[in-house]
């Protein structure tokens, strides 16, 4: 993903690699005390969830259908710049892909590769708690109903 003010890198990920026990990894650019690197990081794990650039040819698409390619220009979450006009909204085309990528999974990719037990730390840093924006109202949680169904009845496996 491209910044379109500094026309620079903001974000990294391998695509349809979330499964990939070395790739499963993505990277956003952050911008501290603020909720900017939200859609980048949605953007970057769509890519791991095999979901191209809005305007590219999908790589993964539900058998039987034609893949569409979206207008970049919409510019929803995948386009291939930040700061559009629908920047936090997946088009349709993106959703079909990771809706069609998760399908393909297989159960090998739910299982557990560690069994290690992570903490939080109390503070995330000196002098500052993990409430500092706890006045800030939380946004919906937005859940891809086709991507969930496929995952919860075990499709692909």
């Given at each position: 993903?491209?910044?379109?003010?500094?026309?620079?890198?903001?974000?990294?990920?391998?695509?349809?690699?979330?499964?990939?026990?070395?790739?499963?990894?993505?990277?956003?650019?952050?911008?501290?005390?603020?909720?900017?690197?939200?859609?980048?990081?949605?953007?970057?794990?769509?890519h791991a969830l095999g979901s191209v650039h809005d305007g590219d040819v999908p790589v993964?698409?539900?058998?039987?259908?034609?893949?569409?390619?979206?207008?970049?220009?919409?510019?929803?979450?995948?386009?291939?710049?930040?700061?559009?006009?629908?920047?936090?909204?997946?088009?349709?085309?993106?959703?079909?892909?990771?809706?069609?990528?998760?399908?393909?999974?297989?159960?090998?990719?739910?299982?557990?590769?560690?069994?290690?037990?992570?903490?939080?730390?109390?503070?995330?840093?000196?002098?500052?708690?993990?409430?500092?924006?706890?006045?800030?109202?939380?946004?919906?949680?937005?859940?891809?109903?086709?991507?969930?169904?496929?995952?919860?009845?075990?499709?692909?496996?």
């Amino acid at each position: 993903m491209v910044d379109i003010v500094r026309n620079s890198v903001l974000g990294i990920a391998y695509l349809g690699a979330v499964c990939h026990l070395s790739l499963r990894a993505a990277l956003a650019e952050d911008h501290a005390y603020t909720f900017a690197t939200v859609g980048v990081t949605a953007h970057e794990l769509a890519h791991a969830l095999g979901s191209v650039h809005d305007g590219d040819v999908p790589v993964f698409a539900t058998v039987g259908k034609r893949p569409k390619i979206c207008d970049p220009r919409n510019g929803n979450t995948m386009a291939p710049t930040a700061g559009g006009t629908n920047f936090g909204v997946f088009s349709e085309c993106s959703l079909d892909q990771m809706s069609s990528f998760a399908g393909s999974l297989t159960g090998v990719c739910f299982k557990f590769a560690s069994s290690k037990i992570y903490t939080i730390p109390e503070k995330p840093f000196h002098g500052k708690t993990w409430d500092h924006f706890k006045h800030k109202d939380h946004q919906q949680d937005i859940l891809l109903p086709e991507f969930i169904p496929t995952i919860l009845e075990g499709n692909g496996t």
